[in-house]
T-cell receptor, first 112, second 115 residues
Framework: EAQVTQNPRYLITVTGKKLTVTCSQNMNHEYMSWYRQDPGLGLRQIYYSMNVEVTDKGDVPEGYKVSRKEKRNFPLILESPSPNQTSLYFC???????????FGPGTRLLVL | EDKVVQSPLSLVVHEGDTVTLNCSYEVTNFRSLLWYKQEKKAPTFLFMLTSSGIEKKSGRLSSILDKKELFSILNITATQTGDSAIYLCAVEAGGRGSTLGRLYFGRGTQLTVWP
């Protein structure tokens, strides 16, 4: 089954404790992207990747890191999480251009 | 400064009504405009528009792009309660001198359809 998986789905953590949210797709897509969604603000792009070893900043990259060492995986790293990073995070993938993006189920993060 | 502006932000209608959702944009090196529907989970793709004046249609939903006036509309006819969702508009920008794949989303229109 074609899908994008994210783990964990829910996470409660404390300020400053490094965490990684994994994202994996099984569709051999070149394009992958991370978004955060906050009430009233829609989706905002954090980072995206056009292919392996190619990543670029989106709207709100501060406080986040990504890597694309393999085509199928695109982890999101929060080196020192802060409460303003409490949000719902989506990973997505597609062939390029990003037409029919397949979204993962979302990761709900709470930073205390 | 918002590059993609959706209106209205919220809309409540009764089943059977027709609705028009608006999306205006201002980005450099426009490539495409995308519409998504989001219920209580991840967004799902509806349409991609790249050319002016060509209507995309899927059942009761249709969308059109005006590249001269920099906007798009999403029409839903004979609305049903299952159409209740957030509708998101996104614009991909990129091209010569700019990075491809950059997506700008609007804040979404929350549509509620009452029975």
């Amino acid at each position: 089954e074609a899908q994008v998986t994210q783990n964990p789905r829910y996470l409660i953590t404390v300020t400053g404790k490094k965490l990684t949210v994994t994202c994996s797709q099984n569709m051999n897509h070149e394009y992958m992207s991370w978004y955060r969604q906050d009430p009233g603000l829609g989706l905002r792009q954090i980072y995206y990747s056009m292919n392996v070893e190619v990543t670029d900043k989106g709207d709100v990259p501060e406080g986040y890191k990504v890597s694309r060492k393999e085509k199928r995986n695109f982890p999101l790293i929060l080196e020192s999480p802060s409460p303003n990073q409490t949000s719902l995070y989506f990973c997505a993938s597609s062939k390029y251009p990003p037409e029919t993006q397949y979204f993962g189920p979302g990761t709900r993060l709470l930073v205390l | 400064e918002d590059k993609v502006v959706q209106s209205p932000l919220s809309l409540v209608v009764h089943e059977g009504d027709t609705v028009t959702l608006n999306c205006s944009y201002e980005v450099t090196n426009f490539r495409s405009l995308l519409w998504y529907k989001q219920e209580k989970k991840a967004p799902t793709f509806l349409f991609m528009l790249t050319s002016s004046g060509i209507e995309k249609k899927s059942g009761r939903l249709s969308s059109i792009l005006d590249k001269k006036e920099l906007f798009s509309i999403l029409n839903i006819t004979a609305t049903q309660t299952g159409d209740s969702a957030i509708y998101l508009c996104a614009v991909e920008a990129g091209g010569r001198g700019s990075t491809l794949g950059r997506l700008y989303f609007g804040r979404g229109t929350q549509l509620t359809v009452w029975p």
